[in-house]
């Protein structure tokens, strides 16, 4: 065994190391929470409702018990009591309720009317065909208008400045609304959840992105104490949002598993993802942008008006940017929610600025066209070292680079100056750009660290409740407890996702790698510090963790540590930073759009892995991509269903959509966002791109597409942008 | 799924006795369709019959020069091989445009003619179809018909036919080989195969009960020179064609001699352009014709509410793939 290096060698950090997990991932060694062997284990399949909105008047389970192997099966008439909202409509959050099957009552197409238990998946799902249900069926709500709803508190209304007067200074003046349609999470992993009591305490392996939280809501559900709740989530395939929170069938999962006293597995279908497992938002959003006829800013007002369920309420912060992207005297941002009969919203990646920043950064090319500006010298020009939201200073903020050392890799001189100019055969070619921001939160995160010494070799044992959503946490955090330890990336073993291990704010909020990262470099230095202690004199600069370990007579020792935002993070503004630039190329006939490049700049501080990183970024990039081109839900209007009801007509990229991609991370060392200078990206992705691309597309075509997403249908009926010249 | 009897058969004498030996039978080729409308349950066979091991997978030559196309053989092998590649190439285009190269290698020629519409109503079974359960009603009629037809509709449904390859088929010219219960066979010209929805949309094509497909005669190729298959769609693959055109063309000295012409996404069949085929005849390739060709094309087409588009769209879409096929050169 060879001896390590008693100071550390070269840092990890930054390096573009392979996934740890890799192997695991690509042998199918990874288990994933369908996927534990529990003794005795049991399946479940959930039967959803065929109106919008009514009463259940008759449920017929008599045929669905009789079949072989039938356990149970449950409805509002036998199940379980749950805790009930305190309010008309369920605010929801990572920590909320999920009370289900607890009344006739249908609020939406879809929503959960009865779970059938079996001793097989097959029983299970063909006894659920055979549950009769009879409605007593209301007229649905799932249309909806500006003006029907109310204010909701959890977003309240923002102003500053006078936007009236704003809007009349102004020599020129936008004044737009953007549509953004339904969209779904669909993470590759479908929900799922294996459900199991011993008296009243109840193990969960779940797909879950925020451990602790979701402990607390499936606790407070059922009524019992958080301590009684034990989650084990090692591996998940994706959330996007969609695991922030335990919903309805993890309730039903350990409903069936106690009121039959076995374990219960419950696998949400693909198609039962577009009604069950929340989803992002309808959004009108209306854009009044004032300017000086020099490109200054004079008013800035972004009124949103969003869709919620009937019976939960959650509202994306799609004004978010517009508080703080560019320096305005005059801004507004408010909200309007209008309750309708459709399946409930929650966050998907970047809530509120994937959309919001689709409306921002269409209407600021708006504005620069009628400027006769450059997009990108106009987003210059009224950048601002200083949140005008709340006059705190920017961490950091390289706003202004990214733009130009972007524009400068892009080849944007190139850009066609007048719209529908440029064609390469039956091609019209288009540039569009966009600026990115995203909140770089940090939360408090703990870990325990433990080192082992054999003779001149340490190991290292990291366990937090974070949780790897395949973003890569297993990968940066050996790599941050290896060089806050002196030791090998393959002396260390990670641990994550478990409820037992100490407290972690989960995956979220682009706050993962941030708050994580930081908790382990806590704990490795405070178990550093302890070990020297304990080596007393003997302790000399620059020793190594072996040579500390050896001396204070230790083969083992562990710490806690936890790190937590710093007084001056809450006095600055912390956000990551960035810049899409994006070429398109739009059929003059079939008005078919494609993608041909994309390039992001982002400045969000350390980059921990550059590998793990890009790969963020590219999948944001491809989430925007789809935003913009394809993804919708199409919604009924008589029967308030999906009819894009599953992902043969639900469109998402596929690799032959994809284009030539390039993210390039501007260097940042900003250690007052936190000690590792860590800034979030999952979410940074995303930001923007919609934006970008229907910018080029208006630089293509001389059409401004306001109604996302972008089909061939839409821009052939979609008029030419009056002041663009038309050669054909 | 709802539990069924599953019946292989080793030769087609087998396959279509028992066809009528036993109750609601389906014969079930590559599966990339029934089995999807049998976990949705809209399919509800008692008895699947399975088809896409019988020996029919063959490519041969016919006499009059045309290939035959095993009804067994699957939509890859049928697309690349290399006599389709060199006098079909239309065929070859339009297939390889279809579904996912997965699809594909299960998805057997015969299973192909005979898919079903990806009409939303007719899927989801809450919702009324006249097509899935006669006299139900149209649930698209008045409802989400964005993806539906423009001819040949009727009130009682307004679902298109989902093939790619169908189009070509109708653009190339065919005749389908199906073998009947009694163990005789007969010969249905491509374009009578399939029907409009009249008031009887339950029936796709005009095949009766027991029959199957055991083979697809090309006619003798003409448009190996000049093809293209256009294909309007919301991302690059794996996607249901917005509006699509087949298109061939046989010039001889500077004149078309034929054309070969269809759209699909447009009715409830493959939709061929006979007239604009004939009034191709005998023109110029030039892109005047051609428009003049489409707007025969689309002169009778009955937009939905929600459809309209598809009228520019197809005109625009003929023009273009007329114009591909003219510059295209095998």
Same mark, same amino acid.
């Given at each position: 065994?060879?001896?390590?290096?008693?100071?550390?060698?070269?840092?990890?950090?930054?390096?573009?190391?392979?996934?740890?997990?890799?192997?695991?991932?690509?042998?199918?060694?990874?288990?994933?929470?369908?996927?534990?062997?529990?003794?005795?284990?049991?399946?479940?399949?959930?039967?959803?409702?065929?109106?919008?909105?009514?009463?259940?008047?008759?449920?017929?389970?008599?045929?669905?018990?009789?079949?072989?192997?039938?356990?149970?099966?449950?409805?509002?008439?036998?199940?379980?009591?749950?805790?009930?909202?305190?309010?008309?409509?369920?605010?929801?959050?990572?920590?909320?309720?999920?009370?289900?099957?607890?009344?006739?009552?249908?609020?939406?197409?879809?929503?959960?009317?009865?779970?059938?238990?079996?001793?097989?998946?097959?029983?299970?799902?063909?006894?659920?065909?055979?549950?009769?249900?009879?409605?007593?069926?209301?007229?649905?709500?799932?249309?909806?208008?500006?003006?029907?709803?109310?204010?909701?508190?959890?977003?309240?209304?923002?102003?500053?400045?006078?936007?009236?007067?704003?809007?009349?200074?102004?020599?020129?003046?936008?004044?737009?609304?953007?549509?953004?349609?339904?969209?779904?999470?669909?993470?590759?992993?479908?929900?799922?959840?294996?459900?199991?009591?011993?008296?009243?305490?109840?193990? *969960?392996?779940?797909?879950?992105?925020?451990?602790?939280?979701?402990?607390?809501?499936?606790?407070?559900?059922?009524?019992?104490?958080?301590?009684?709740?034990?989650?084990?989530?090692?591996?998940?395939?994706?959330?996007?949002?969609?695991?922030?929170?335990?919903?309805?069938?993890?309730?039903?999962?350990?409903?069936?598993?106690?009121?039959?006293?076995?374990?219960?597995?419950?696998?949400?279908?693909?198609?039962?993802?577009?009604?069950?497992?929340?989803?992002?938002?309808?959004?009108?959003?209306?854009?009044?942008?004032?300017?000086?006829?020099?490109?200054?800013?004079?008013?800035?007002?972004?009124?949103?008006?969003?869709?919620?369920?009937?019976?939960?309420?959650?509202?994306?912060?799609?004004?978010?940017?517009?508080?703080? *992207?560019?320096?305005?005297?005059?801004?507004?941002?408010?909200?309007?929610?209008?309750?309708?009969? *459709?399946?409930?919203?929650?966050?998907?990646?970047?809530?509120?600025?994937?959309?919001?920043?689709?409306?921002?950064?269409?209407?600021?090319?708006?504005?620069?066209?009628?400027?006769?500006?450059?997009?990108?010298?106009?987003?210059?020009?009224?950048?601002?070292?200083?949140?005008?939201?709340?006059?705190?200073?920017?961490?950091?903020?390289?706003?202004?680079?990214?733009?130009?050392?972007?524009?400068?890799?892009?080849?944007?001189?190139?850009?066609?100056?007048?719209?529908?100019?440029?064609?390469?055969?039956?091609?019209?070619?288009?540039?569009?750009?966009?600026?990115?921001?995203?909140?770089?939160?940090?939360?408090?995160?703990?870990?325990?660290?433990?080192?082992?010494?054999?003779?001149?070799?340490?190991?290292?044992?990291?366990?937090?409740?974070?949780?790897?959503?395949?973003?890569?946490?297993?990968?940066?955090?050996?790599?941050?407890?290896?060089?806050?330890?002196?030791?090998?990336?393959?002396?260390?073993?990670?641990?994550?996702?478990?409820?037992?291990?100490?407290?972690?704010?989960?995956?979220?909020?682009?706050?993962?790698?941030?708050?994580?990262?930081?908790?382990?470099?806590?704990?490795?230095?405070?178990?550093?510090?302890?070990?020297?202690?304990?080596?007393?004199?003997?302790?000399?600069?620059?020793?190594?963790?072996?040579?500390?370990?050896?001396?204070?007579?230790?083969?083992?020792?562990?710490?806690?540590?936890?790190?937590?935002?710093?007084?001056?993070?809450?006095?600055?503004?912390?956000?990551?930073?960035?810049?899409?630039?994006?070429?398109?190329?739009?059929?003059?006939?079939?008005?078919?759009?494609? *993608?041909?490049?994309?390039?992001?700049?982002?400045?969000?501080?350390?980059?921990?892995?550059?590998?793990?990183?890009?790969?963020?970024?590219?999948?944001?990039?491809?989430?925007?991509?789809?935003?913009?081109?394809?993804?919708?839900?199409?919604?009924?209007?008589?029967?308030?269903?999906?009819?894009?009801?599953?992902?043969?007509?639900?469109?998402?990229?596929?690799?032959?959509?994809?284009?030539?991609?390039?993210?390039?991370?501007?260097?940042?060392?900003?250690?007052?966002?936190?000690?590792?200078?860590?800034?979030?990206?999952?979410?940074?992705?995303?930001?923007?791109?919609?934006?970008?691309?229907?910018?080029?597309?208006?630089?293509?075509?001389?059409?401004?597409?306001?109604?996302?997403?972008?089909?061939?249908?839409?821009?052939?009926?979609?008029?030419?942008?009056?002041?663009?010249?038309?050669?054909? | 799924?709802?539990?069924?009897?599953?019946?292989?058969?080793?030769?087609?004498?087998?396959?279509?006795?028992?066809?009528?030996?036993?109750?609601?039978?389906?014969?079930?080729?590559?599966?990339?369709?029934?089995?999807?409308?049998?976990?949705?349950?809209?399919?509800?066979?008692?008895?699947?019959?399975?088809?896409?091991?019988?020996?029919?997978?063959?490519?041969?030559?016919?006499?009059?020069?045309?290939?035959?196309?095993?009804?067994?053989?699957?939509?890859?092998?049928?697309?690349?091989?290399?006599?389709?590649?060199?006098?079909?190439?239309?065929?070859?285009?339009?297939?390889?445009?279809?579904?996912?190269?997965?699809?594909?290698?299960?998805?057997?020629?015969?299973?192909?003619?005979?898919?079903?519409?990806?009409?939303?109503?007719?899927?989801?079974?809450?919702?009324?179809?006249?097509?899935?359960?006669?006299?139900?009603?149209?649930?698209?009629?008045?409802?989400?018909?964005?993806?539906?037809?423009?001819?040949?509709?009727?009130?009682?449904?307004?679902?298109?036919?989902?093939?790619?390859?169908?189009?070509?088929?109708?653009?190339?010219?065919?005749?389908?080989?199906?073998?009947?219960?009694?163990?005789?066979?007969?010969?249905?010209?491509?374009?009578?195969?399939?029907?409009?929805?009249?008031?009887?949309?339950?029936?796709?094509?005009?095949?009766?009960?027991?029959?199957?497909?055991?083979?697809?005669?090309?006619?003798?190729?003409?448009?190996?020179?000049?093809?293209?298959?256009?294909?309007?769609?919301?991302?690059?693959?794996?996607?249901?064609?917005?509006?699509?055109?087949?298109?061939?063309?046989?010039?001889?000295?500077?004149?078309?001699?034929?054309?070969?012409?269809?759209?699909?996404?447009?009715?409830?069949?493959?939709?061929?352009?006979?007239?604009?085929?004939?009034?191709?005849?005998?023109?110029?390739?030039?892109?005047?014709?051609?428009?003049?060709?489409?707007?025969?094309?689309?002169?009778?087409?009955?937009?939905?509410?929600?459809?309209?588009?598809?009228?520019?769209?197809?005109?625009?879409?003929?023009?273009?793939?007329?114009?591909?096929?003219?510059?295209?050169?095998?």
């Amino acid at each position: 065994m060879t001896k390590q290096a008693t100071t550390p060698a070269e840092a990890v950090i930054g390096q573009a190391i392979d996934r740890v997990d890799g192997r695991l991932k690509v042998t199918g060694r990874a288990k994933y929470a369908s996927e534990f062997p529990v003794e005795g284990l049991v399946y479940a399949q959930g039967v959803n409702s065929t109106i919008a909105k009514g009463d259940i008047t008759r449920i017929d389970t008599a045929a669905a018990e009789a079949q072989p192997g039938v356990i149970r099966v449950i409805t509002h008439e036998n199940a379980l009591k749950l805790a009930s909202p305190d309010a008309d409509r369920l605010e929801l959050s990572t920590t909320s309720i999920a009370p289900v099957l607890q009344s006739p009552e249908i609020n939406w197409y879809g929503e959960w009317v009865a779970v059938v238990v079996a001793e097989t998946i097959e029983q299970a799902q063909y006894a659920a065909r055979l549950v009769e249900v009879e409605y007593n069926r209301a007229e649905p709500k799932v249309d909806f208008a500006q003006d029907a709803g109310y204010a909701p508190d959890v977003q309240p209304k923002y102003e500053r400045g006078d936007v009236d007067a704003g809007m009349a200074e102004a020599d020129e003046r936008v004044e737009v609304t953007y549509r953004t349609p339904v969209e779904h999470h669909h993470p590759m992993e479908l929900h799922a959840v294996i459900a199991e009591w011993e008296d009243e305490n109840l193990e *969960l392996h779940l797909c879950s992105q925020m451990v602790n939280d979701n402990a607390k809501g499936i606790a407070d559900t059922f009524m019992i104490p958080k301590e009684n709740v034990r989650i084990i989530a090692p591996f998940i395939g994706g959330g996007f949002g969609s695991k922030l929170q335990a919903q309805e069938h993890v309730m039903l999962a350990a409903m069936a598993a106690k009121m039959i006293g076995r374990p219960v597995q419950f696998t949400v279908t693909r198609q039962q993802m577009f009604t069950n497992t929340s989803l992002r938002q309808e959004n009108l959003q209306r854009m009044r942008i004032g300017a000086t006829r020099d490109g200054r800013l004079t008013a800035l007002v972004h009124d949103t008006t969003s869709h919620t369920a009937t019976n939960k309420e959650y509202q994306e912060p799609c004004g978010a940017a517009s508080k703080m *992207l560019y320096k305005v005297a005059n801004n507004r941002v408010n909200y309007n929610l209008v309750p309708i009969n *459709l399946p409930y919203p929650w966050a998907m990646r970047a809530p509120g600025e994937a959309t919001g920043s689709y409306a921002l950064e269409c209407a600021m090319d708006e504005m620069a066209w009628k400027l006769g500006m450059d997009p990108v010298e106009f987003r210059i020009l009224n950048d601002t070292q200083v949140d005008p939201s709340n006059d705190k200073p920017f961490s950091s903020r390289l706003l202004t680079e990214c733009l130009r050392i972007g524009a400068k890799k892009f080849g944007w001189a190139d850009r066609p100056l007048e719209p529908r100019s440029r064609r390469e055969g039956n091609w019209l070619v288009g540039y569009g750009v966009s600026a990115a921001s995203r909140q770089a939160p940090l939360q408090l995160s703990a870990a325990r660290v433990t080192v082992y010494r054999d003779g001149d070799t340490v190991t290292a044992t990291v366990q937090t409740d974070a949780t790897d959503i395949g973003t890569g946490t297993y990968t940066i955090l050996a790599q941050t407890a290896a060089d806050f330890l002196g030791i090998p990336v393959a002396a260390v073993t990670v641990q994550l996702g478990d409820s037992r291990f100490p407290i972690s704010p989960g995956s979220g909020g682009s706050w993962g790698a941030a708050s994580f990262t930081n908790g382990v470099r806590a704990a490795c230095m405070k178990l550093m510090e302890e070990i020297k202690v304990a080596a007393g004199t003997d302790a000399t600069e620059g020793q190594g963790i072996a040579d500390l370990m050896d001396d204070a007579d230790l083969s083992e020792y562990a710490a806690v540590g936890s790190a937590a935002p710093t007084e001056e993070f809450k006095n600055h503004s912390v956000y990551s930073f960035g810049a899409n630039f994006c070429e398109v190329w739009v059929d003059v006939d079939t008005n078919m759009a494609r *993608l041909k490049r994309i390039l992001t700049v982002g400045a969000a501080g350390t980059i921990l892995n550059p590998k793990t990183a890009y790969s963020q970024v590219l999948g944001g990039l491809v989430m925007g991509h789809g935003m913009a081109f394809m993804e919708q839900s199409k919604v009924e209007k008589q029967y308030g269903n999906f009819i894009t009801r599953s992902l043969a007509d639900y469109h998402v990229p596929v690799n032959l959509d994809l284009a030539d991609v390039q993210v390039v991370f501007l260097p940042e060392d900003d250690k007052i966002a936190n000690p590792m200078g860590v800034k979030g990206i999952g979410e940074l992705g995303i930001c923007g791109v919609a934006g970008s691309l229907a910018n080029a597309v208006f630089n293509a075509t001389g059409k401004r597409m306001r109604d996302l997403p972008i089909t061939p249908e839409k821009l052939i009926t979609t008029k030419i942008e009056p002041g663009v010249t038309v050669s054909r | 799924m709802r539990p069924f009897n599953f019946i292989p058969s080793a030769t087609v004498a087998d396959a279509v006795s028992a066809s009528t030996a036993n109750p609601e039978p389906r014969y079930l080729g590559g599966g990339t369709n029934l089995i999807d409308l049998m976990k949705e349950d809209v399919e509800r066979p008692d008895t699947v019959i399975e088809v896409a091991s019988l020996d029919r997978k063959e490519i041969q030559r016919t006499p009059s020069g045309g290939l035959l196309l095993g009804g067994m053989l699957n939509n890859t092998d049928t697309a690349n091989h290399p006599d389709v590649r060199k006098d079909y190439p239309l065929l070859t285009m339009t297939m390889l445009s279809a579904a996912t190269e997965q699809i594909r290698n299960m998805a057997t020629n015969g299973g192909n003619l005979l898919q079903r519409t990806r009409c939303p109503y007719f899927y989801e079974t809450s919702m009324p179809c006249n097509k899935r359960e006669p006299g139900t009603g149209c649930g698209a009629l008045n409802g989400m018909n964005a993806l539906h037809a423009i001819f040949g509709w009727s009130e009682a449904c307004v679902a298109v036919h989902p093939s790619d390859m169908c189009v070509a088929l109708a653009a190339i010219g065919a005749t389908v080989e199906v073998a009947k219960p009694d163990g005789t066979s007969r010969r249905i010209p491509f374009t009578d195969l399939h029907r409009l929805p009249g008031d009887e949309p339950q029936r796709d094509t005009i095949l009766e009960p027991g029959e199957l497909i055991v083979g697809i005669e090309l006619d003798a190729p003409k448009y190996a020179d000049h093809y293209y298959y256009l294909k309007i769609r919301e991302r690059s693959s794996y996607a249901f064609a917005l509006l699509s055109v087949a298109a061939g063309l046989q010039v001889e000295n500077g004149r078309i001699a034929s054309a070969g012409l269809a759209m699909g996404g447009v009715a409830h069949k493959p939709w061929k352009l006979t007239a604009a085929e004939d009034y191709l005849r005998g023109k110029a390739p030039e892109t005047g014709n051609f428009e003049a060709a489409a707007a025969i094309a689309m002169q009778d087409a009955r937009p939905l509410a929600e459809n309209e588009y598809k009228i520019e769209m197809g005109q625009r879409a003929i023009v273009r793939a007329l114009e591909q096929a003219y510059a295209r050169k095998a």
